[in-house]
């Protein structure tokens, strides 16, 4: 009988209390926060250590453009699996997002956070995933 590995996740976000309490749902869902971060310097840190199923990120610095961070972790670490947490939320922004290498995207507005565990799952086995709080036009 084999035991099922529970995913492992960094949350990466600069609000300390959503970070706690996201971290506390994840728990409750049977997924491992192995670390928070505020900055990117924190997240390259903990990505030393250890690589997780997914990195749960809210883009942390307005002063750096996301293109250059996403390289620069995904030059530590290929194949990290990215999931943007985010209120910043245009179409223009999830297409961005999805080009720097995200794996997906979830709205920080949904309704209903089981779809951010389903979306996590998702990521972590390899499907690319866009969860909107509104309908993306094109």
Known sequence: MSVKKRLTTIVADNNRY?????????????????????????????????????????????????ENTMSLLLNAVPDLKVLVVSLDNSEGDVKLYLSCGAKG??????????????????????????IMDKVLTT
């Open 18 to 66: 959503y970070s706690r309490a996201l971290t506390e749902f994840l728990s409750a869902n049977k997924i491992d926060v192995i670390a928070q971060a505020e900055t990117k310097d924190q997240i390259l840190s903990a990505l030393a250590s250890e690589t997780p199923d997914v990195l749960i990120y809210d883009y942390l610095s307005y002063s750096e453009r996301f």
């Open 105 to 130: 995207f979830c709205d920080k507005n949904i309704k209903d956070y089981q779809d951010l565990v389903n979306a996590i799952k998702k990521v972590s086995s390899g499907e690319t995933v866009v």
